[in-house]
């Protein structure tokens, strides 16, 4: 089946510029949606952002929302989230995942397990002096 793998973490520092990129493969037909997902030490995972991969609306939760900004390439089926002025608190594993539909992402950064059946293997991002 697909398969999603995420790249582009690492240390930044605060204020600094961050690019992750998810790359999907595998998949028949891209029609599915792909949402970034991040887990905090202690936290639970929460969402970030998604994507319409038809016809490209964007969706940003609460907390993220002008802060990051997502987008993709459909010649290489990847997503991209960059993140202009990341945050030591932004420090996480990223993750990002393929559903039906961004509607299985709330604004407050809940969101519906059952939506999303593919995930990447996360990236580390550590924002830190």
């Known amino acids: 089946q697909g398969q999603l793998a995420e790249s582009g973490g690492g240390v930044v520092q605060p204020g600094g510029s961050l690019r992750l990129s998810c790359t999907a493969s595998?998949?028949?037909?891209?029609?599915?949606?792909i949402a970034w997902f991040r887990q905090a030490p202690g936290k639970e995972r929460e969402g970030v952002s998604c994507i319409n991969m038809k016809d490209g609306t964007t969706y940003y939760t609460d907390s993220m929302r002008g802060r990051a900004t997502i987008s993709k390439h459909d010649t290489q089926n990847t997503v991209y989230l960059h993140m202009n002025s990341p945050k030591p608190e932004d420090t996480a594993v990223y993750y990002c995942?393929?559903?039906?539909?961004?509607?299985?992402?709330?604004?407050?950064?809940?969101?519906?397990?059952?939506?999303?059946?593919?995930w990447g293997q996360g990236a580390q991002v550590t924002v830190s002096s």
């Open positions: 995942a393929a559903g039906m539909s961004c509607r299985g992402l709330n604004r407050s950064g809940s969101y519906y397990q059952a939506e999303w059946g593919y």
């Open positions: 595998g998949f028949t037909k891209l029609y599915l949606d």
